[in-house]
């Protein structure tokens, strides 16, 4: 690598307000990637009734088969990213995606809308490695964990968005003008993208001259794999997405099952605890991040295992209880700390790697989250669920979430804890 002069003409994200600018739209898309994916957990029970599926298909439908796509493509298209104009791969993403979202409002049938869900999927694959990447170039080192902590509150803005206005838009207009309400804005987000961010040069903020030549996809792999820091913050990560996964797709049919709430007012308060709650609580880990990082880089993992294992005691309480009040009012901690471990994980994830690996990177990281997270968290909830109904009846669902989400967050934090006694020798060893 040589030295590359900063030539203020030539970057286009020289003032703080330029780059300010485009992290807020690129989290605006971000928001409406999680406000399409998690609109579906706020009307799952309407639509199993008209269409009649099991809590199984349900599992399937907002875990393993949207997550197999999402993360099949996800790969060949963060490398495409690595070589090409991230921008404009990201501005087909949001359109295409939205575009699957909004006719998921005419289907007739399982198949169908399992079909329109693998639409979404692929759509999104497009979206978070290639953002990833054009946050990193746009900010230094420095701020790097607590600008992609922002970013990812799009996690957090969404579910709160797609909560908010699911819940409602099902109250007064039924569940299939809610996916067609909620889609159409994201193709105009879209064309929004295209007309006022620009691509970024890769490594100019780090100054640094980034090669044409892309290393092989083997390479990656071989390289991330080899750091102990990367295999157990991925694991647990994926522990945690699981856990969060699990959560955010059945807490509305948890709430509804079990303390008789309607979507309407459920969607408020889950838009409250879960969207509003964890986009304060994953920003703030990310400025943590940043801030004790600064002193100790082994800090980067330490908070998110403990805003991990501080999650268990509540989860407890949500379950247990028959007070819908107190369920309520308990969600608010899980919120707020569940993705914590996101902003600090990418920015891990990205300075354990070179300039022209990042999208590759955030893709292989994310693929290991969704796999665990999303691929299995939905749908061993919905199957165990479908399991204890001979059993206990409606509270099957109650004791499936209390069964498995408390134990694989205990195994999380362990996972994040042993990935930061290697960071520091795997940060000494990242190529440039």
Do not use: C
Not at 72 to 81: E, K
Not at 140 to 153: G, V
Not at 382 to 405: I, N
């Amino acid at each position: 690598m040589k030295d590359q002069t900063h030539q203020p003409l030539h970057n286009p994200y020289e003032k703080p307000s330029v780059r300010n600018y485009a992290l807020v739209i690129l989290t605006l898309v971000y928001t409406f990637n999680f406000i399409d994916r998690q609109l579906l957990s706020i009307l799952q029970e309407a639509i199993k009734e008209e269409l009649l599926l099991s809590d199984s298909q349900l599992g399937l439908l907002t875990g393993f088969a949207f997550a197999m796509f999402y993360v099949t493509a996800g790969i060949p298209i963060a490398r495409l990213a690595d070589r090409g104009n991230r921008r404009n791969i990201v501005a087909i993403s949001i359109g295409l995606w939205s575009f699957m979202t909004a006719i998921s409002g005419f289907v007739q049938n399982f198949v169908q809308l399992l079909l329109a869900r693998i639409g979404v999927g692929i759509g999104e694959a497009g979206g978070s490695p290639p953002s990833h990447s054009i946050v990193s170039d746009i900010f230094p080192p420095e701020q790097r964990a607590s600008a992609l902590a922002f970013y990812s509150t799009g996690v957090n803005l969404g579910i709160m968005f797609g909560f908010l206005f699911g819940g409602w838009l099902n109250v007064f207009f039924g569940w299939r003008v809610a996916f067609l309400v909620v889609g159409v804005p994201g193709i105009v987000m879209a064309g929004i993208l295209l007309a006022t961010v620009r691509e970024p040069i890769r490594g100019l903020m780090e100054n640094k001259q980034v090669t044409a030549e892309q290393v092989p996809f083997s390479v990656v792999v071989s390289e991330l794999w080899k750091r102990k820091t990367f295999r157990h913050m991925a694991i647990g990560g994926g522990l945690n997405a699981f856990v969060g996964y699990g959560t955010v797709n059945w807490l509305a049919s948890f709430f509804i099952r079990s303390h008789e709430m309607t979507t309407g007012e459920l969607g408020t308060w889950l838009a409250l605890s879960t969207g509003l709650a964890g986009a304060v609580g994953l920003y703030l880990g990310g400025v943590m991040g940043d801030k004790l990082g600064a002193k100790d880089k082994r800090w980067y993992l330490w908070v998110p295992a403990l805003a991990t294992i501080m999650v268990v005691p509540f989860q407890f309480i949500i379950y247990l209880t028959g007070n819908t009040l107190l369920a309520l009012i308990m969600v608010f901690v899980p919120g707020f700390l569940q993705n914590v471990y996101l902003g600090n994980s990418i920015a891990t994830t990205h300075n354990l790697v070179g300039l022209r690996w990042r999208s590759t990177a955030s893709a292989l990281l994310f693929l290991i989250l969704n796999i665990i997270g999303l691929g299995l968290g939905p749908f061993a909830v919905g199957y165990l669920s479908d399991t204890l109904s001979d059993v206990y009846g409606s509270e099957s669902l109650r004791y499936a979430m209390l069964g498995l989400l408390p134990g694989v967050m205990v195994w999380s934090s362990i996972h994040f804890f042993m990935a930061s006694r290697t960071l520091d020798e795997d940060l000494a060893r990242a190529p440039d």
